[in-house]
């Protein structure tokens, strides 16, 4: 799971790597993870270049995120809900954080 923010407003210290490849709709995807350990970090595509996705799991308290959009709900477990202002797709739309 991770939460999408403006590149502008995330921080992150320590040894990175990274890895890309192109994506089924010919954008360029790369996943950034620890260096040291493997851990993910955050992805990033070239679609919204202003923008990254932070592996929810690096975060020291994510209290106050409420969710926005689901992506890949095609994915989810039966029994996971979603709200219903929640925008979701089933699959990689033609979307950004602005529309």
């Not at 999408?4 to 950034?32: H, P, R, W």
């Not at 493997?38 to 592996?55: A, E, F, M, Q, V």
Request: a negative charge; one cysteine or more; aromatic letters at 10%.
């Amino acid at each position: 799971m991770g939460a999408m923010f403006a590149l502008s407003a995330v921080t992150v210290n320590g040894k990175l790597g990274e890895f890309s490849y192109a994506s089924d709709i010919g954008s360029e995807v790369t996943k950034v993870f620890c260096a040291h350990c493997g851990s993910p970090i955050y992805g990033k595509n070239t679609r919204t270049p202003d923008h990254l996705t932070l592996s929810l799991g690096t975060m020291d308290d994510a209290i106050g995120l409420d969710i926005e959009v689901v992506i890949f709900e095609r994915d989810k477990p039966h029994w996971d809900r979603l709200g219903e202002n929640v925008s979701h797709f089933p699959t990689q739309p033609d979307w950004s954080p602005e529309s």
